[in-house]
């Protein structure tokens, strides 16, 4: 036994001396009886302690004598404490961990225990470390020699850290977001709750703004997470630079944050508090090597204005920041009840429009192509309609934007695409002069990965090809092409088919990029159409679009023609295809073949 365990010498010396005193003169085969019972439980209590110590070697056990100096310390103590067993021994309880605080009611804990018998109940406890740091225990503590002249006290305590990390570690994840560490959404509606309870007390305001990052997911797709992830991380930077220590800040999604402003009123700074968060994002982010330029769209709310709990201001926010994302990158919105009922409106709408293409509230009607000259019929423009099953008919102009600010559009895009090919294929087994049907894409569609694919499987599914289908596109979204879109359009292109851009001139785009796209074919749009018989300035820009247009072997195509003066200027400036109510408005697929099959005729060409 080493020196560490001479407190079991002791306790085995005592216990002979009292059978010893018990019968001093005693000789014969008795005596040596109780030695020897002695002496066996002895050995068979440090055999049994021995154990229990060798099989918990992660369990800090200390041995103290009657007044409270260590007399054992295993491995696990030296661990948890940092106290070698030689720099151990010896030393008083209180003085080597036990923190300051705590030490006299320790003291006064062991006399009570060993004096009057009140045990130190198990407990949690936060004890010293040799470098002065705490440790987390759950310390048991068992006295030995109870009733004796020499009792001895053993600590058992178990090390918490893991376990106290793991919860503070638990509770963070719970409260906090992980890579910003900003409080997520339950925590910052509790906090904006009690900021918004401090503002009522103080009869102040208070001002939300909800941020919502531009395209972010294209930053993530181009540059990987991980810069995406250093993007936020300096953003949620630069805000805590801007902000003040009232202020609160929350990341609620991957893109998006709040930042409250406790203590203003809406007539106090509301512009400049908005133009503190578009500030932070005036320098460019260095992402990927490369200095980059990043937009947020902004909505804002306002207390008592916009809601007085920190569930309808976040909400409401949420509401403006969708409304300025309608209007383009970096913009500001500020929430009001009519946008609020405008939205809902149109949430509601897109749910009925995903209804109604599984009950057949849409339809193709067609929209010819006519040759200014002959009045030929040249090609048809598929245009889509809704007409609910109750109610009048709902405008492409309202659902459709509608269908393109969400995945919506993409069924959408599907059902005109299955639909116009097979009318297409109808008319040509029926023997119909025609020759293609134009279908719309928007730029949402032209994002899709698989685009190209899917159009051209709906061809082969119909045994079509480039002169019965064409496609057109507005020209912004041809400026705004990436090289997928690009490429995929030049393919079409010489495969031979047909791409117009539609509505040609109301975008941003000059006659110099035509150069550069794959087309085929102007739509000089209505806009210019209507007045140019009139207007000058509107006669000029139509008839530098149709002579550019020719010299670079394109067809254009007048839209809107509505009047026998707009006709004749299209005649004089040579146009090669008129599109208007002049000749035919848009119709079902019924009535258009009629017309193809020469059963009905329009006003010198047209329908009524």
Same mark, same amino acid.
């Given at each position: 036994?080493?020196?560490?365990?001479?407190?079991?010498?002791?306790?085995?010396?005592?216990?002979?001396?009292?059978?010893?005193?018990?019968?001093?003169?005693?000789?014969?085969?008795?005596?040596?009886?109780?030695?020897?019972?002695?002496?066996?439980?002895?050995?068979?209590?440090?055999?049994?302690?021995?154990?229990?110590?060798?099989?918990?070697?992660?369990?800090?056990?200390?041995?103290?004598?009657?007044?409270?100096?260590?007399?054992?310390?295993?491995?696990?103590?030296?661990?948890?404490?940092?106290?070698?067993?030689?720099?151990?021994?010896?030393?008083?309880?209180?003085?080597?961990?036990?923190?300051?605080?705590?030490?006299?009611?320790?003291?006064?804990?062991?006399?009570?225990?060993?004096?009057?018998?009140?045990?130190?109940?198990?407990?949690?406890?936060?004890?010293?470390?040799?470098?002065?740091?705490?440790?987390?225990?759950?310390?048991?503590?068992?006295?030995?020699?109870?009733?004796?002249?020499?009792?001895?006290?053993?600590?058992?305590?178990?090390?918490?850290?893991?376990?106290?990390?793991?919860?503070?570690?638990?509770?963070?994840?719970?409260?906090?977001?992980?890579?910003?560490?900003?409080?997520?959404?339950?925590?910052?509606?509790?906090?904006?709750?009690?900021?918004?309870?401090?503002?009522?007390?103080?009869?102040?305001?208070?001002?939300?703004?909800?941020?919502?990052?531009?395209?972010?997911?294209?930053?993530?797709?181009?540059?990987?997470? #991980?810069?995406?992830?250093?993007?936020?991380?300096?953003?949620?930077?630069?805000?805590?630079?801007?902000?003040?220590?009232?202020?609160?800040?929350?990341?609620?999604?991957?893109?998006?944050?709040?930042?409250?402003?406790?203590?203003?009123?809406?007539?106090?700074?509301?512009?400049?508090?908005?133009?503190?968060?578009?500030?932070?994002?005036?320098?460019?982010?260095?992402?990927?090597?490369?200095?980059?330029?990043?937009?947020?769209?902004?909505?804002?709310?306002?207390?008592?204005?916009?809601?007085?709990?920190?569930?309808?201001?976040?909400?409401?926010?949420?509401?403006?920041?969708?409304?300025?994302?309608?209007?383009?990158?970096?913009?500001?919105?500020?929430?009001?009840?009519?946008?609020?009922?405008?939205?809902?409106?149109?949430?509601?709408?897109?749910?009925?429009?995903?209804?109604?293409?599984?009950?057949?509230?849409?339809?193709?009607?067609?929209?010819?192509?006519?040759?200014?000259?002959?009045?030929?019929? #040249?090609?048809?423009?598929?245009?889509?309609?809704?007409?609910?099953?109750?109610?009048?008919?709902?405008?492409?102009?309202?659902?459709?934007?509608?269908?393109?600010?969400?995945?919506?559009?993409?069924?959408?895009?599907?059902?005109?695409?299955?639909?116009?090919?097979?009318?297409?294929?109808?008319?040509?087994?029926?023997?119909?002069?025609?020759?293609?049907?134009?279908?719309?894409?928007?730029?949402?569609?032209?994002?899709?990965?698989?685009?190209?694919?899917?159009?051209?499987?709906?061809?082969?599914?119909?045994?079509?090809?480039?002169?019965?289908?064409?496609?057109?596109?507005? #020209?912004?979204?041809?400026? #705004?092409?990436?090289?997928?879109?690009?490429?995929?359009?030049?393919?079409?292109?010489?495969?031979?088919?047909?791409?117009?851009?539609?509505?040609?001139?109301?975008?941003?785009?000059?006659?110099?990029?035509?150069?550069?796209?794959?087309?085929?074919?102007?739509?000089?749009?209505?806009?210019?159409?209507?007045?140019?018989?009139?207007?000058?300035?509107?006669?000029?820009?139509?008839?530098?679009?149709?002579?550019?247009?020719?010299?670079?072997?394109?067809?254009?195509?007048?839209?809107?023609?509505?009047?026998?003066?707009?006709?004749?200027?299209?005649?004089?400036?040579?146009?090669?295809?008129?599109?208007?109510?002049?000749?035919?408005?848009?119709?079902?697929?019924?009535?258009?073949?009629?017309?193809?099959?020469?059963?009905?005729?329009?006003?010198?060409?047209?329908?009524?």
């Amino acid at each position: 036994m080493s020196g560490r365990d001479t407190g079991f010498r002791h306790w085995l010396a005592r216990r002979w001396q009292e059978v010893r005193a018990r019968r001093p003169d005693a000789r014969d085969d008795s005596v040596r009886d109780d030695v020897e019972v002695v002496r066996r439980q002895y050995l068979e209590s440090e055999q049994r302690f021995r154990a229990l110590l060798e099989s918990l070697p992660k369990v800090a056990v200390q041995g103290y004598d009657h007044e409270r100096r260590v007399i054992y310390w295993n491995e696990a103590s030296t661990r948890l404490y940092g106290y070698a067993p030689e720099e151990a021994q010896g030393q008083l309880l209180e003085e080597l961990i036990i923190p300051a605080p705590m030490r006299e009611p320790v003291i006064q804990a062991h006399r009570a225990w060993v004096r009057e018998g009140v045990e130190i109940p198990a407990d949690e406890l936060e004890l010293q470390h040799k470098s002065g740091e705490l440790v987390p225990v759950f310390s048991h503590h068992v006295m030995l020699g109870e009733h004796t002249d020499d009792p001895l006290m053993f600590c058992v305590d178990v090390d918490l850290s893991d376990q106290k990390r793991a919860h503070r570690e638990l509770d963070f994840a719970t409260r906090f977001d992980s890579l910003t560490h900003l409080p997520n959404r339950q925590t910052f509606e509790a906090q904006l709750d009690e900021a918004i309870a401090d503002c009522r007390r103080q009869d102040a305001g208070l001002v939300l703004v909800y941020l919502d990052i531009d395209h972010f997911v294209e930053i993530n797709d181009a540059l990987g997470y #991980e810069q995406g992830d250093r993007l936020l991380v300096e953003l949620t930077r630069r805000l805590h630079r801007a902000t003040r220590a009232s202020d609160l800040m929350s990341r609620l999604s991957s893109d998006e944050f709040v930042i409250a402003f406790p203590g203003f009123q809406r007539e106090d700074v509301l512009s400049q508090l908005v133009h503190k968060v578009q500030q932070v994002l005036r320098a460019p982010f260095l992402m990927d090597g490369s200095r980059r330029h990043v937009t947020a769209c902004l909505g804002v709310s306002l207390y008592p204005d916009n809601g007085d709990t920190a569930r309808e201001l976040i909400r409401n926010a949420d509401v403006a920041k969708n409304r300025a994302k309608l209007d383009g990158r970096g913009s500001v919105w500020f929430f009001d009840q009519q946008l609020h009922d405008e939205l809902l409106h149109q949430h509601r709408l897109v749910d009925r429009l995903e209804q109604a293409l599984d009950s057949g509230e849409l339809s193709l009607h067609y929209q010819p192509q006519v040759s200014p000259v002959s009045g030929r019929i #040249e090609n048809l423009e598929a245009l889509l309609r809704w007409q609910p099953a109750e109610g009048p008919p709902i405008s492409p102009a309202e659902f459709i934007p509608l269908a393109e600010r969400s995945d919506l559009i993409h069924r959408l895009g599907d059902w005109v695409m299955e639909t116009a090919c097979h009318q297409r294929a109808l008319w040509r087994d029926a023997g119909l002069a025609l020759e293609r049907i134009d279908i719309n894409f928007s730029g949402r569609q032209m994002s899709r990965p698989d685009v190209f694919q899917r159009f051209e499987a709906c061809l082969a599914r119909h045994g079509l090809g480039p002169r019965h289908i064409g496609l057109e596109l507005t #020209e912004n979204v041809l400026i #705004e092409a990436d090289d997928r879109i690009l490429e995929g359009l030049h393919r079409l292109h010489q495969l031979g088919f047909r791409i117009a851009i539609d509505d040609f001139g109301t975008g941003y785009s000059s006659l110099s990029y035509l150069k550069h796209f794959p087309v085929t074919a102007l739509k000089i749009d209505r806009t210019f159409v209507r007045d140019a018989p009139d207007q000058p300035e509107d006669r000029a820009i139509m008839e530098a679009a149709i002579f550019i247009g020719h010299r670079l072997g394109l067809e254009v195509v007048a839209e809107g023609v509505e009047n026998c003066e707009q006709l004749t200027l299209i005649r004089e400036l040579r146009c090669d295809l008129v599109q208007g109510f002049y000749f035919f408005r848009p119709m079902p697929a019924l009535e258009m073949e009629r017309v193809l099959g020469g059963l009905v005729t329009g006003h010198q060409g047209v329908s009524g």
